[in-house]
């Protein structure tokens, strides 16, 4: 474990061709806009945060703890660094902890362009360097989601470092932890692997994407209210976020069914981030919108919800499967945008079955509603508001 600072000469940069840089530049904006900074592999560039993403941690941080508490924060798996350059100019100080000495260098260069002159970088172990650490209010860990050989993994216990062994002693240093894993990650798993610690649970999607989970565990006094209830939030990058529940108020919520599909009437489909929280019937009791059945989490209503989660699709028609109605559409329509829920086979089998081409301004949605029939729901993008 060494802590330095070296100079650009020591450094090994790498070219990049302009597809990779092009990423950059979508995924940190203001990093790709710095022509100075150095990138010690694709492998950093393609595994690091999204800014929106990192912003939207920063701003959690910044809700969760006042001002006057933010003393010191850890990032014990600083990686590229990207999130680590949000939530450290909230503290008073802060460390970066890397175990890979490329990516150490690269931050001793990095940091101060970008405005983080006084960053402490240590190259080690995180388990290691946090023994060292002086408490802190803060700790962030982002742990490698790959085994050995190079094999994406899900489970808390199979990521580096092992966050559930480590939770006794990240307690013991910090009043805050904070925990980025894979959306891929079973929410309730991830639960009982941290023995009911976990007191928030946010769900960041951005793009139209699931892109990351963050487990957030606070002073222990909170605990009683927490352990088995946690708060749950959808975030949706930079609006940050949109919907909010606990476990219980799901379990509690009653969903009402659809039992006609008129058409002008409106459809709903939740964003991916907030499918993955599992509210089901709760956000349609909260939007007063009906569910078109108990395992279709497809939604519908007379009005147009223009803050709802998700997207929001007018109905022009709803078809079935017989040969009369796949004809009828067959004669009409040449190109569709085709999505499944609840719908036996995949998307490119129906596609076949329907002789539809991709694209289009028709949106149709197959799926099965209550009483157990298959349906085609038709459907278009809804003319904007006047203003």
Request: contains cysteine; aromatic residues 6%; positive net charge.
């Amino acid at each position: 474990m060494k802590r330095h600072r070296p100079t650009p000469t020591a450094l090994t940069t790498h070219r990049f061709d302009d597809e990779a840089m092009q990423r950059m530049a979508a995924k940190a904006p203001s990093w790709a806009r710095q022509p100075d900074l150095h990138y010690p592999s694709r492998l950093a560039l393609e595994q690091c945060s999204g800014e929106a993403a990192a912003r939207y941690k920063a701003r959690l941080a910044a809700h969760l703890i006042p001002p006057t508490h933010r003393r010191s924060m850890a990032d014990l798996t600083g990686g590229l660094g990207v999130d680590f350059s949000r939530m450290a100019p909230l503290f008073a100080t802060a460390h970066y902890v890397e175990r890979n000495p490329d990516l150490c260098q690269a931050a001793a260069h990095n940091f101060p362009l970008l405005g983080l002159q006084s960053a402490t970088i240590t190259c080690g172990e995180a388990a290691e360097v946090m023994e060292s650490l002086p408490p802190q209010t803060l700790i962030y860990l982002d742990p490698a989601r790959r085994d050995a050989l190079g094999r994406k993994t899900v489970h808390i216990e199979d990521c580096t470092p092992n966050v559930a062994d480590l939770l006794p002693r990240l307690r013991e240093k910090a009043e805050w932890v904070m925990v980025k894993l894979s959306p891929m990650l079973d929410i309730s798993l991830a639960l009982r692997s941290l023995a009911g610690a976990v007191q928030r649970v946010d769900i960041v999607g951005a793009g139209g994407e699931c892109k990351e989970l963050l487990l957030t565990i606070g002073p222990q006094t909170a605990e009683a209210v927490a352990a088995d209830n946690p708060l749950i939030v959808v975030g949706e990058g930079e609006e940050g976020p949109a919907f909010s529940f606990r476990p219980s108020e799901e379990r509690e919520a009653q969903a009402p069914l659809s039992d006609s599909l008129p058409p002008g009437h409106y459809l709903y489909e939740p964003s991916p981030a907030m499918l993955k929280s599992g509210c089901f019937k709760l956000m349609a009791q909260r939007f007063g919108l009906h569910k078109l059945a108990d395992a279709t989490h497809l939604y519908t209503s007379p009005q147009r919800l223009d803050h709802f989660p998700g997207r929001c699709m007018e109905i022009t028609a709803v078809s079935g499967f017989d040969k009369a109605a796949l004809s009828r559409l067959r004669t009409t329509t040449e190109r569709a945008n085709l999505t499944l829920r609840n719908f036996p086979g995949t998307t490119d089998s129906l596609r076949k079955k329907l002789r539809l081409k991709d694209g289009g301004t028709l949106y149709l949605f197959a799926t099965t509603m209550a009483d157990g029939s298959h349906r085609l729901i038709h459907t278009r993008h809804p003319e904007r508001p006047a203003t």
